[in-house]
């Protein structure tokens, strides 16, 4: 028998149970959903991450007004939450973090085969002659929705489409993909030219790449903060020169020497776990992960310390965030929308990107490791 042609959860669960010969009490009594809202096939249960709170942090808006967040972070980390936290504060004892945020749009990326270079070139120039045609098509999909821009790449028989839509609070995958199925059948018919396949890896989703580091998807989003000289030394044990000479051998010269795509210490870290927390596609941390800090001390002897994220996927409808435990984590921040919630996102990692900096400057990062996350 399938797992498929069983009926219900329960049902599922228990023949796991008896093949095995295991017992799944905890999976059972974690899971709190109506199966019908749940987005899982195969579904037997749930499974829980620890979810601890930092913050509060103080976020200015465009206004000078400030309004401070707590930042619910799921994570089996030790240490992570309370490094958070210790950021948060050095950040509020310093009149709070500046953020900014651009809606870049999320992307499809279709790869379609002509024969040879002349039609490449011919469909090319097609797309660009008939985008609002696209565009009617694409919005016809959902009233959510609006194709943005798009952008193409010839080689030899092969042309790449990135479209950009923006998808209002949804973080919108889904939406897109449908959206994009729409576009390249109005394509194909009425071009002659063959869509290969919805996705042809210039969207580009869920891998590192320098195309989404450099033109953007989803959101960009920026943060900054100016800490005050004894803040860093009171708050995070070092100087704002030795924090510098940390940043630059490890976030810049380290991640040239290793070629990473993330010039920063530890994005990863924070944003899973606030994806995690407020039930975002966990997969799209991989494109969280890429993004700069940079840092310099000023002539006064504070310390300027900004992020930049070039790549960030989120929303605050539709998906994971429609289960009960995100919905309460969504709550916890309170960000009426999801540009305010990656604002808080890019506050968070400010912090994260802060206290491990300090930490490995005023040599604590094992110790600290040692006392929480063992």
């Not at 008896?18 to 709190?32: E, G, W, Y």
């Not at 992570?80 to 870049?104: H, P, Q, Y």
Request: glycine share 8%.
């Amino acid at each position: 028998m399938n797992l498929k042609d069983f009926k219900s959860t329960k049902e599922r669960r228990k023949y796991i149970e008896k093949s095995r010969k295991i017992k799944l009490d905890n999976t059972a009594r974690i899971l709190i959903e109506d199966e019908k809202d749940i987005n899982c096939e195969n579904l037997i249960g749930a499974s829980a991450f620890p979810l601890g709170v930092a913050g509060p942090i103080s976020v200015k808006s465009e206004k000078l007004r400030v309004k401070n967040y707590f930042i619910p972070l799921a994570t089996t980390e030790g240490a992570l939450v309370a490094s958070v936290s210790r950021g948060c504060k050095a950040i509020n004892l310093s009149g709070g973090v500046t953020a900014f945020v651009e809606n870049v749009g999320v992307t499809r990326g279709p790869v379609f085969e002509t024969s040879g270079l002349e039609e490449s070139m011919k469909l090319k120039k097609w797309l660009k002659d008939n985008f609002n045609l696209l565009k009617t098509e694409a919005e016809k999909t959902s009233s959510h929705l609006k194709l943005k821009k798009l952008g193409a790449r010839i080689a030899g028989t092969y042309v790449y489409v990135r479209f950009y839509f923006d998808t209002q609070e949804a973080m919108g995958m889904n939406m897109i993909t449908i959206a994009t199925e729409k576009i390249s059948q109005f394509i194909q018919k009425n071009t002659n030219v063959r869509c290969l396949a919805v996705s042809g890896n210039f969207c580009i989703d869920k891998k590192p790449a320098w195309l989404n580091f450099i033109s953007g998807r989803g959101k960009r989003a920026w943060a900054e903060v100016v800490l005050k000289r004894e803040v860093v030394k009171d708050v995070l044990k070092t100087t704002p020169e030795e924090f510098f000479e940390v940043w630059l051998s490890k976030c810049m010269i380290g991640s040239a020497m290793s070629g990473s795509l993330g010039f920063n210490a530890h994005f990863a870290n924070v944003v899973a776990a606030f994806f995690a927390a407020t039930g975002q596609d966990m997969a799209h941390t991989v494109e969280g992960s890429m993004g700069v800090t940079t840092s310099k001390v000023l002539e006064n002897g504070n310390l300027y310390i900004s992020i930049y994220m070039p790549s960030v996927m989120i929303g605050t409808v539709g998906g994971g965030t429609k289960l009960k435990t995100k919905q309460e984590a969504l709550s916890i921040i309170g960000a009426e929308n999801s540009i305010k919630l990656a604002k808080v996102l890019s506050g968070a990692v400010l912090a994260g990107e802060i206290s491990l900096l300090a930490s490995l400057a005023e040599g604590t990062l094992a110790k600290t490791h040692e006392k929480l996350g063992r």
